[in-house]
C-alpha cells in the first residue's frame, strides 16, 4: 500500500536548467555576479576572468571528489576558501549580501514544473506523506527559498538535501534517511526523479517504486536500467498510483 512519495528537485519538481541554460552555464553567471558585487564594493581587484577560473576549478575539484565519495558538500565551501586566498573576509552581514549576489541568478532560472503544487497537493490530501531528497551543492535555504515562492515549501515536510544530510544519491543512506524521515517502509513508498542511475535506479534497488519523469531539454535511455514507470508531467502521478493502491 502506498504511504509516501518522494520526489528529487532540479529537473522533477523545479526546472533550474532549460534548453537554453545548462547547470555549467548557471553556474557562470553566479560566479560573475558574485564577483560584481565584490567589485562594486571596492573587494576585488583581480580580472573578471582570472576570478571566475579560480572559483569554478575550485568548485569543480570539490565537486568530483563529493561525487567519488558520495558525500555531500556545499559550493560555499570552495569559494569562501578561494576568497580567503585571495585575502578577502567578511563580516557575518557581508557574506550574507555575497550569497544573495550569487545565488541571485538561480533565483531568477527556478520555475515550477507543470502541476507540481496541485499534484502535491492532491496526495496530501489523499494521506499520502511528501518529502524531497535532492543532490544539491547549492545551499538548502535557497531551495527552500523557492519552494516558497513556487507554494510548494510547506506540502514537502521532509526536505533532505545532499549539501547537509552528507550523503549523495545514488548512495542508500541518503535514501534511508529520507525514508527514515517519512517513517515509511521502501515498498510503501514511491520516488520520483528525471535521472535514471541516481534517481530510479538506487530507488528500485532498495525496494521503493521508482518513476521517472521525462525532462524536455535532455533524453535519459539505458537498456539496463528500466523504472517502473515513466511519466511526462507531475499531474499523471496521481492516476499512476491510483492503480498502484
Not at 132 to 139: D, K
Not at 173 to 178: H, L, M, N, R, Y
Not at 184 to 193: F, H, I, K, R
Not at 222 to 245: G, H
Request: charged share 25%.
Amino acid at each position: 500500500m502506498l504511504k509516501a512519495a518522494l520526489f528529487d528537485l532540479g529537473g522533477t519538481l523545479v526546472h533550474y536548467e532549460s534548453d537554453q541554460v545548462s547547470l555549467k552555464e548557471l553556474e557562470k553567471r553566479s560566479i560573475i555576479a558574485l564577483y560584481r558585487h565584490l567589485a562594486a564594493n571596492g573587494q576585488m581587484a583581480l580580472p573578471e576572468t582570472t576570478f571566475l577560473t579560480a572559483i569554478r576549478s575550485r568548485v569543480e575539484a570539490e565537486w568530483q571528489m563529493a561525487l567519488a565519495s558520495l558525500r555531500g558538500g556545499s559550493v560555499e565551501a570552495p569559494i569562501q576558501a578561494v576568497l580567503a586566498d585571495l585575502g578577502l573576509s567578511f563580516a557575518e552581514s557581508e557574506w550574507q549580501a555575497a550569497r544573495q549576489a550569487f545565488y541571485e541568478p538561480v533565483h531568477r532560472a527556478a520555475e515550477p514544473r507543470r502541476g507540481a503544487r496541485q499534484t502535491l497537493r492532491i496526495l496530501r490530501d489523499q494521506g499520502v506523506a511528501l518529502g524531497l531528497l535532492s543532490n544539491t551543492f547549492w545551499a538548502a535555504d535557497v531551495h527552500d527559498a523557492d519552494l516558497a515562492r513556487f507554494g510548494l515549501l510547506d506540502l514537502l515536510p521532509a526536505r533532505l538535501y545532499s549539501c547537509d544530510i552528507g550523503r549523495i544519491k545514488p548512495h542508500p543512506e541518503a535514501f534511508e534517511k529520507a525514508l527514515a524521515a517519512l517513517g515509511a517502509q521502501p515498498d510503501e513508498t514511491v520516488y520520483v526523479g528525471d535521472r535514471l542511475e541516481t534517481d530510479v535506479e538506487p530507488a528500485r534497488r532498495l525496494g521503493l517504486w521508482g518513476v521517472l519523469i521525462d525532462v524536455p531539454f535532455r533524453s535519459e535511455h539505458s537498456d539496463k536500467i528500466m523504472p517502473d514507470a515513466v511519466i511526462a508531467e507531475l499531474p499523471e502521478l496521481i492516476r499512476l498510483l491510483e492503480r498502484r493502491r
